[in-house]
């Protein structure tokens, strides 16, 4: 399968897909840290309107800055200036991409209040890493992940990450247990559907 993975510059979810046999390539405004597989470094919104239509299956990361209800207390002032309603407007140009199978990841957020509730809410304890971090799945013609690997702890580290200048960057990355489940689940949807 063609998979496009929107919003991502660490390669984790991308390089899955290509270690399961797929032509996956990512898009982000920032470089690939992962040279494995092919980047384009541009807005996904221009990717999408020259070649969406060329991916069965599109996993998409949009930034959670100014949609978490972790940062509610900022609300206020995102709605004034309009970075909430833009945020929301990228997600929504995501959710009706040209494409068939759609994956859209993001944190406790007002997606859920404004766009849909999620189909799926996972944590990372349940694809082999022993922490929590509630992350919602917005499915269109995919089944929902099931857990692979669940495993004790309930550490929140990544909350719990001290500040610095890539602070962001470590928490915004996709645990590889969760990249491999999804390669290996959505990576042959028609099986997978015959087992559910």
Same mark, same amino acid.
């Not at 979810?13 to 541009?42: K, M, T």
């Not at 857990?147 to 200048?165: F, K, Q, W």
């Given at each position: 399968?063609?998979?496009?993975?929107?919003?991502?510059?660490?390669?984790?979810?991308?390089?899955?897909?290509?270690?399961?046999?797929?032509?996956?390539?990512?898009?982000?405004? &920032?470089?690939?840290?992962?040279?494995?597989?092919?980047?384009?470094?541009?807005?996904?919104?221009?990717?999408?309107?020259?070649?969406?239509?060329?991916?069965?299956?599109?996993?998409?990361?949009?930034?959670?800055?100014? &949609?978490?209800?972790?940062?509610?207390?900022?609300?206020?002032?995102?709605?004034?200036?309009?970075?909430?309603?833009?945020?929301?407007?990228?997600?929504?140009?995501?959710?009706?991409?040209?494409?068939?199978?759609?994956?859209?990841?993001? &944190?406790?957020?007002?997606?859920?209040?404004?766009?849909?509730?999620?189909?799926?809410?996972?944590?990372?304890?349940?694809?082999?890493?022993?922490?929590?971090?509630?992350?919602?799945?917005?499915?269109?013609?995919?089944?929902?992940?099931?857990?692979?690997?669940?495993?004790?702890?309930?550490?929140?580290?990544?909350?719990?990450?001290?500040?610095?200048?890539?602070?962001?960057?470590?928490?915004?990355?996709?645990?590889?247990?969760?990249?491999d489940a999804m390669a290996m689940q959505w990576g042959n949807t028609e099986e997978h559907f015959s087992l559910t």
């Amino acid at each position: 399968m063609r998979i496009l993975v929107a919003c991502e510059f660490s390669g984790t979810v991308r390089d899955a897909f290509i270690r399961a046999g797929h032509d996956a390539r990512s898009c982000d405004v &920032l470089p690939s840290e992962s040279n494995l597989g092919f980047h384009y470094q541009e807005d996904i919104r221009h990717v999408l309107g020259k070649l969406g239509h060329i991916f069965d299956m599109m996993i998409a990361h949009p930034p959670c800055t100014h &949609l978490a209800v972790s940062g509610a207390r900022h609300f206020a002032e995102k709605i004034a200036d309009g970075r909430q309603q833009a945020a929301l407007d990228f997600v929504k140009a995501l959710m009706d991409a040209p494409i068939d199978k759609i994956c859209i990841e993001n &944190l406790i957020s007002i997606i859920s209040s404004k766009i849909r509730k999620p189909d799926q809410i996972i944590h990372p304890w349940q694809f082999g890493h022993g922490e929590t971090k509630a992350t919602c799945l917005w499915l269109k013609g995919i089944p929902k992940l099931i857990p692979t690997n669940i495993v004790e702890g309930r550490e929140a580290r990544v909350h719990r990450m001290p500040p610095g200048p890539n602070r962001w960057k470590e928490r915004s990355k996709t645990f590889q247990g969760i990249a491999d489940a999804m390669a290996m689940q959505w990576g042959n949807t028609e099986e997978h559907f015959s087992l559910t």
